[in-house]
């Protein structure tokens, strides 16, 4: 079985300039997560969907980031403009309801 | 507030000499614990959930157990590819289900 798809694994961007990640989840997983993960840190949850319905986003900054999760599958998470501090690694992960959530590979941004 | 804390934050053992990494946990109310392993340039991995103190979970040489305050990840007689980060996350029974990260044990195995 497939494991939780996300692309691209590693982005070079300048600051200002927009970025997206992509997250495919593991089939059947109706619950997706994306998380921020900086260096010598746990993940920290930016976004939660429940299906279509982002059920919390209470960490994720509005200003800059936003995220959709069109048919309940795929996952897109954008930021608008980029600044330096946002460089880390944003990890997607899935799970089936409320259970335990499975994680993809990560994309690493780095905002020069 | 929900919080996760973990010890040591790095260490280091020689092959075969066991040790534990330690998870504190404060929470309103615990709907599990998660333990997943981390390494260099990948997502976490899922290694064990545990739902209630006392019980206990085990896998190749790696043994988690959890009382109400703490869990703890037994590491028996390790080799070299245990090697990774180590994390703890609790999800507590109220809000969104969250799960609350500790900053994780980087474990090195020498052989």
């Known amino acids: ?112 | 507030e929900d919080q996760v804390t973990q010890s040591p934050e790095a260490l280091r053992l020689q092959e075969g000499e066991s040790s534990s990494l330690n998870c504190s946990y404060t929470v309103s109310g615990l709907r599990g614990l998660f333990w997943y392993r981390q390494d260099p340039g990948k997502g976490p991995e899922f290694l064990f959930t545990l739902y209630s103190a006392g019980e206990e979970k085990e896998k190749e040489r790696l043994k988690a157990t959890l009382t109400k305050k703490e869990s703890f990840l037994h590491i028996t007689a390790p080799k070299p590819e245990d090697s990774a980060t180590y994390l703890c996350a609790v999800q507590s029974t109220s809000g969104t289900y969250k799960y609350i990260f500790g900053t994780g044990t980087r474990l090195k195995v020498l052989a």
């Open chain 1, 1 to 112: 079985e497939a494991g939780v798809v996300q692309s691209p694994r590693y982005k070079i961007i300048e600051k200002k300039q927009p970025v997206a990640f992509w997250c495919n989840p593991i089939s059947g997983h109706n619950t997706l997560y994306w998380y921020l993960q900086n260096l010598g840190q746990g993940p920290e949850l930016l976004i939660r969907y429940e299906n279509e319905e982002a059920v919390d986003d209470s960490q994720l900054p509005k200003d800059r980031f936003s995220a959709e999760r069109l048919k309940g599958v795929d996952s897109t998470l954008k930021i608008q403009p980029a600044e330096l501090g946002d460089s880390a690694v944003y990890l997607c992960a899935s799970s089936l309801s409320s259970g335990t959530q499975y994680f993809g590979p990560g994309t690493r941004l780095t905002v020069l």
